[in-house]
């Protein structure tokens, strides 16, 4: 079954250094997303792209953050300089739909879990 | 801006027996309800979703059902089982099906076995 594969699976930085996750989403998908769960917390929406460029972000996708789809396979999320409130799981997702008449299901990864010291 | 809540953070329900998850939603836009499953160190995996135009979808042991004037929806598991035990998260999303999705802080569900 095809998956959405992310690495790396945990990283630890310093504050203030710059971090980059990386996902490799479904080969045939067209809408990527970013997500993350601060520890306890719900699942909060970051940031979606479809067509290379980036359709909606939260008010948490500020300019510390960036995204890249620089091959046309990975989907990348940086972080420019690290906080300790970004400490969070991140996850990958991606789907297929360019938009229908039901709810497209949006496939995860297992997630980055970063540890900013 | 709790748009999805899930009121109930845990859950303890016998092997065999029925267990409901419950959700509330303020967002009389939101089109579509899907219901996600997590393990521990993986990502969310979907269940089971439902229209706003329908009340009731089943799939195997998961029904989910909706009320929209109250804007409540459940997920029913039917057995239960252990491998069931994990945390499930509500999540909406609205009209065109590729927005993003607003998710519930989710439920931990454990099956005593």
């Known amino acids: 079954e095809p998956e959405v594969t992310q690495t790396p699976s945990h990283q630890v930085t310093q504050m203030g250094q710059e971090v980059i996750l990386r996902c490799v989403p479904i080969s045939n998908h067209l809408y990527f997303y970013w997500y993350r769960q601060i520890l306890g917390q719900k699942v909060e929406f970051l940031v979606s792209?479809?067509?290379?460029?980036?359709?909606?972000k939260s008010e948490i996708f500020d300019d510390q953050f960036s995204v890249e789809r620089p091959d046309g396979s990975n989907f990348t999320l940086k972080i420019r300089s690290t906080k300790l409130e970004d400490s969070a799981m991140y996850f990958c997702?991606?789907?297929?739909?360019?938009?229908?008449?039901?709810?497209?299901?949006?496939?995860f990864g297992a997630g980055s879990r970063l540890t900013v010291l | 801006d709790q748009q999805v809540k899930q009121n109930s953070p845990s859950l303890s329900v016998q092997e065999g027996r029925i267990s409901i998850l419950n959700c509330d939603y303020t967002?009389?836009?939101?089109?579509?309800f899907l219901w996600y499953k997590k393990y521990p160190a993986e990502g969310p995996t979907f269940l089971i979703s439902i229209s706003s135009i329908k009340d009731k979808n089943e799939d195997g042991r998961f029904t989910v059902f909706l009320n929209k004037s109250a804007k409540h929806l459940s997920l029913h598991i039917v057995p239960s089982q252990p491998g069931d035990s994990a945390v499930y998260f509500c999540a909406a999303m609205g009209v065109f099906g590729n927005e993003k999705l607003t998710f519930g802080t989710g439920t931990r569900l454990t099956i005593i076995p």
């Open positions: 997702a991606s789907t297929t739909s360019e938009g229908s008449s039901g709810a497209n299901v949006l496939t």
């Open positions: 967002n009389s836009m939101f089109d579509y």
């Open positions: 792209f479809y067509n290379n460029e980036i359709s909606e």
